[in-house]
């Protein structure tokens, strides 16, 4: 989940909701800079919050 971290830190914003999860905040705050970013990442960003909820949801099944 590393390709979600912006400079080694959090990418957390603190003015959006929590949902109880820090991985899965991380994940879904990379969706804030998408704007920013040129179309043709979108897919690659997408991919990379798909992998992280897929590994959280895996760690949470045991």
Request: overall charge negative; glycine content about 8%.
């Amino acid at each position: 989940m590393d390709e979600l971290r912006e400079g080694g830190a959090s990418a957390v914003p603190a003015d959006v909701d929590s949902t109880g999860d820090a991985a899965v905040d991380e994940a879904l705050a990379s969706f804030e800079a998408l704007d920013a970013r040129p179309l043709r990442e979108h897919v690659a960003a997408f991919d990379a919050v798909h992998g992280a909820l897929q590994d959280r949801l895996a760690d949470a099944a045991g």
